[in-house]
Structures are given as C-alpha cells and as structure tokens.
C-alpha cells in the first residue's frame, strides 16, 4: 500500500434528478486534506481548571470543507440554465438533497481504513481482533 494518495484519481456523480449533462466530479482526499476538514469544523471552548476543554463541531464549516476539498469540477446548472460557478458562494447555496447526495459521494469514496487496516499499516498483528 503506497503512503500516498493520488488526488488525481477523480470519480464523476450524477443524481437521478439533476438534469441530462449535470455532473459532479469528485477526488480522493489526503491527510492534509483530512486535516483541513478538521481545523475548519472544530472550535475549542475555554480551558477548565483541570485542563481539558470543550470541543464544539460546525457541521456546516465541515460540510462546506468537505465539498470544497472534494470537489475538482461540476457542471450544475444555475434557475437560468447555466454552468454556476464553483465557488464558495455556491457551494453554500446547494440544495439539502444535492449537498447531501455530494457529501457522501466523497465519504464514500474516501473510506477511512478499518482498525485492523490501520493496524497493519502501523506493523501490528492486524489478526482483526481490533474490529
């Protein structure tokens, strides 16, 4: 298994209920990618007495990372009928369906390695116990 990811291996998606010739196309995900994700979506509250703090998750952040990371191109079309610009202004303009539909296109396509995997990788017995 290659330590790196090609995020050139893309994957085209179509909704049934997009319109003929709508399209998105969607990429793998690298650790860094992963990362970026994470800082957008957590905020970290106040330090307490004994050190520890509260972590709170904006899904949307992380759902606007997420497409912005895992998006390459797309060919939805605005009211009007043309191409809408892939931009941030868009992305948060989705519909609930189609950001949905996208969203766990990417996850879908960028499984997260199962116990057992990551403990191969890291050279542990990986006899699937961990599962």
Request: glycine share 10%; aromatic share 8%; hydrophobic share 35%.
């Amino acid at each position: 298994m290659s330590a790196f990811v090609d995020v050139r291996e893309t994957r085209e998606i179509r909704a049934e209920w997009w319109e003929e010739g709508e399209a998105v196309t969607i990429r793998k995900l690298s650790f860094l990618d992963r990362r970026y994700i994470a800082g957008q979506s957590a905020t970290y509250g106040k330090p307490r007495e004994d050190g520890t703090r509260s972590v709170f998750v904006d899904t949307e952040a992380m759902d606007l990372a997420i497409l912005e990371k895992g998006i390459v191109r797309w060919t939805l079309k605005r009211p009007n009928g043309k191409i809408a610009p892939l931009t941030r202004g868009m992305l948060r303009k989705l519909g609930e369906a189609d950001g949905e539909y996208i969203v766990n296109a990417i996850h879908e396509y960028n499984p997260r390695r199962s116990a057992a995997e990551q403990a191969r990788f890291r050279g542990g017995a990986g006899d699937g116990a961990e599962e």
